[in-house]
């Protein structure tokens, strides 16, 4: 079975600075995609960024981009230049190849303070 | 694109009461999705359609349970004999069925249950 896990609960930033949010997986799977996804508070979810495993090239997004170790299963975030809108709940989160069901990490909580 | 609508936004039921939510997805996805969010977690995956087909149901989908899609469009899901453990936000989300799309959800349906 695949399992998410986002090891830290709650993260707080300096307005400006960069964070970097942590994610580990499990499969034994080789094809599959990755996601972070954003929650602000009683707001809906929205995609951040997306990486497909068989691409070695991690993927950016402005101000967000991955760092995707496929051998160690990692997946970490890392927002740049954090604004005050940046806070909200981060989900990582895993599909397979055929993208049935999503499995989401229990999220961190990211505070951007000013 | 008017992204994925839910319906109601609340629903506050007696225990024991049915209750029937409603999600509307993004007209060109032929895949919708339905999750559950608890307080604190990233949503858990609950079933998913292709068009009217009920392709995929995870074993939290109890018997009490039961999700529609009848003409390929609009979803409902439907709890029945409502319990206090069913408090939960619940999600739909849709995509398309192309390889590497990604989910976009709607804005949840909170269940309280008295």
């Known amino acids: 079975a695949q399992t998410v896990t986002q090891s830290q609960p709650e993260m707080s930033v300096q307005e400006a600075e960069t964070v970097t949010l942590s994610c580990t997986y499990d499969?034994?799977?080789?094809?599959?995609?990755l996601f972070w996804y954003k929650q602000p508070p009683s707001r809906q979810m929205i995609l951040v960024i997306r990486?497909?495993?068989?691409?070695?090239q991690n993927a950016t997004e402005n101000r967000f981009s991955v760092n995707f170790q496929k051998a160690a299963k990692s997946f970490s975030l890392k927002i740049s230049d954090s604004q005050l809108g940046d806070t909200a709940m981060y989900f990582c989160?895993?599909?397979?190849?055929?993208?049935?069901?999503?499995?989401f990490g229990a999220g961190t909580r990211l505070t951007v303070k000013p | 694109d008017t992204g994925v609508s839910q319906n109601p936004r609340h629903k506050i039921t007696k225990r024991g009461q049915n209750v029937t939510f409603r999600c509307d997805p993004i007209?060109?996805?032929?895949?919708l999705y339905w999750y559950r969010q608890t307080l604190g977690q990233g949503p858990e995956f609950l079933t998913y359609?292709?068009?009217?087909?009920?392709?995929?149901k995870s074993r939290l989908l109890s018997d009490r349970f039961s999700a529609e899609r009848p003409k390929g469009s609009f979803s409902t899901l439907e709890i029945q004999r409502t319990e206090q453990g069913d408090s939960a936000m619940y999600l739909c989300?849709?995509?398309?069925?192309?390889?590497?799309?990604?989910?976009?959800f709607g804005d949840g349906t909170r269940l309280s249950i008295l």
């Open positions: 989300a849709s995509s398309l069925e192309r390889h590497n799309q990604p989910q976009h």
């Open positions: 499969t034994s799977e080789s094809n599959y995609y």
């Open positions: 990486q497909e495993a068989y691409k070695q």
């Open positions: 989160a895993f599909t397979m190849y055929n993208n049935n069901d999503m499995r």
């Open positions: 007209s060109e996805h032929n895949r």
């Open positions: 359609f292709q068009n009217e087909a009920q392709l995929e």
